[in-house]
């Protein structure tokens, strides 16, 4: 056979060289997708990715959803939340995972939550049974976490201990505007020398729009918390949650009972006098409930339209309504409601229906709600002429009775 002419050699070395061309060709062209896949990812946040927040076997709404959001029926199909919710709601997920419940610490901050079974659910406003927490892709929430900035408070939670202030900054929680740091900081009464850059580093991070808070309900009786959050911020909002005096000492000395059993009963802590009937102010259990006196300090330093007092006893029977006057409070859009409890009568507390970063129901920790000692009825009615004073006069500050002494 004649070997080939010029122009079949040049057909055959081309093939080669047009394979060659091609291969780059598309190496290129996937790389160049690739990179756009990753811009469009970091402009738009990943608004594909399914479920960042909840996946709701049963359907339903997220608890605290804005009111444009439906999180999908099952945990492939894709959430339909607006951007900015998905990664408000990002950011609070690994909040919500680190919230298992710390040793208890001297101060009486104790385990705050526990997770209901699903059982519980069943009961009057339950969520339903078998709902699961739906993983975020860990590259996505670590970009998420790149966002927002830690910022000094705007609103904080400064009393009163055994109050309800634990209950009322979890209910809090579940809105997607506030962001607050789950342990007591503590800055204002302990830990002041350490300087604003130290309790900033406390916060968690936020979005524009979001509130950042947190709660130490000792800074109530604290002399000098007033001035110190002043100079923060003259700006700050402060919630004070309060509940009948008197039984709010029993409450405290019933912690601090369980933890001491062998200290004194509660009629001999309660007097210098029994028999002569003078009351022991200084005893912290007593001291605290004198709200009229602690009042004073604050109101050097800030306006009373600058502080909320809520109910202890309202924030039990009827959590909504006081939420609602929180978020107002907060300039916040009121999206804690009703459809957000339900009441277990086992404990005698609201709880969660689905609490932040969780579609299943949460309710106040075992340490929670103990059941009082019995206490003698003379001391309780001796208390109660002890307090009546302050309360009106608290009464009178507040412009809101309370109604500890019908």
């Known amino acids: 056979m004649a070997p080939p002419g010029p122009a079949g050699a040049l057909s055959t070395s081309a093939e080669p060289l047009s394979r060659s061309i091609f291969r780059k060709f598309l190496l290129m062209l996937c790389s160049l997708l690739t990179s756009l896949y990753v811009f ?3 402009a738009e946040r990943c608004q594909t990715l399914s479920g960042p927040v909840v996946g709701l076997s049963g359907g339903g709404e997220e608890a605290g959803a804005p009111g444009g959001g439906v999180l999908a029926g099952g945990p492939r199909e894709l959430a339909v939340w607006p951007a900015a919710a998905q990664r408000k709601r990002l950011l609070q997920l690994p909040q919500w995972r680190r919230r298992r419940p710390p040793a208890p610490r001297d ?6 939550w526990e997770e209901e079974s699903p059982s519980l659910a069943g009961g009057p406003g339950g969520s339903g049974a078998g709902s699961t927490v739906a993983e975020a892709l860990p590259g996505t929430l670590a970009l998420l976490l790149d966002e927002g900035s ?5 609103a904080i939670i400064i009393g009163v201990k055994k109050g309800g202030t634990r209950a009322l900054l979890e209910f809090l929680r579940v809105h997607p505007d506030v962001r607050a740091v789950g342990a007591e900081p503590h800055f204002f009464d ?3 020398d350490k300087g604003l850059a130290w309790y900033r580093d406390l916060m968690p991070r936020t979005l524009d729009g979001q509130i950042t808070m947190e709660k130490t309900p000792s800074y109530f009786v604290t002399r000098e918390a007033p001035a110190r959050i ?3 911020s003259k700006d700050t909002k402060l919630i004070v949650v309060v509940r009948d005096p008197v039984t709010r ?7 601090t009972l369980s933890k001491r059993p062998d200290i004194p009963t509660f009629e001999s802590l309660t007097f210098k006098n029994r028999t002569a009937g003078l009351i022991d102010t200084s005893w912290s259990a007593i001291q605290i409930g004198i709200y009229a006196k602690h009042l004073e300090h604050w109101l050097h330093h800030f306006p009373i339209r600058q502080m909320l007092f809520v109910s202890g006893e309202r924030l039990i029977s009827d959590p909504a309504g006081e939420l609602g006057r929180v978020q107002d409070f907060l300039g916040l859009k009121r999206i804690i409601t009703d459809k957000h409890f339900y009441f277990n009568k086992t404990k005698g507390f609201p709880c969660l229906k689905k609490a932040e970063g969780s579609s299943r129901p949460h309710c106040l920790g075992k340490t929670k709600g103990r059941t009082h000692p019995e206490i003698d009825r003379e001391v309780v009615r001796r208390l109660r002429e002890f307090y009546r004073p302050f309360n009106l006069k608290f009464y009178q500050m507040t412009g809101h009775d309370f109604g500890w002494d019908g």
């Open 107 to 112: 101060d009486g901050e104790e385990a705050a």
């Open 190 to 192: 302990r830990s002041y």
């Open 249 to 255: 000492a029993i409450s405290d000395y019933t912690q």
């Open 230 to 232: 002043s100079a923060m």
């Open 40 to 42: 469009y990812c970091l």
């Open 150 to 154: 830690k910022q000094l408070p705007q």
